[in-house]
Nanobody, 120 residues
């Protein structure tokens, strides 16, 4: 099983980006899916989470600006980021709790990250 993020890049303050994270491999089901971020010199922080029932939770710093969603048919989670600020600059990581097809327990997986740079 692997997670691959895409959609990062350079954007001006106030702009928008949409990140995607696709899970692939021998997957039975996916429970919660998460987006984390890590700015240079800072600890990794949770940005948003969506569970298997499509319930969502957001960090206070992104509420009202970011939206997490998922497409279960594609094993993909998205992060729509609007009204981006300089302080949103970070590497964004996808994370998911996955039942592998041959596993007997849920395993937590990480993607390698995608860089988002907000700059004028």
């Amino acid at each position: 099983v692997q997670l691959v993020e895409s959609g990062g890049g350079l954007v001006q303050p106030g702009g928008s980006l949409r990140l995607s994270c696709a899970a692939s491999g021998s997957i039975y089901s996916i429970n919660a899916m998460y987006w984390y971020r890590q700015a240079e010199g800072k600890q990794r922080e949770l940005v948003a989470v969506i569970n298997s029932g499509d319930n969502t939770t957001y960090a206070d710093s992104v509420k009202g600006r970011f939206t997490i969603s998922r497409d279960n048919a594609k094993n993909t989670v998205y992060l729509q980021m609007n009204s981006l600020k300089l302080e949103d600059t970070a590497v964004y990581y996808c994370n998911a709790d996955i039942w592998g097809a041959t596993a007997d327990q849920v395993i937590n997986y990480w993607g390698k990250g995608t860089l988002v740079t907000v700059s004028s």
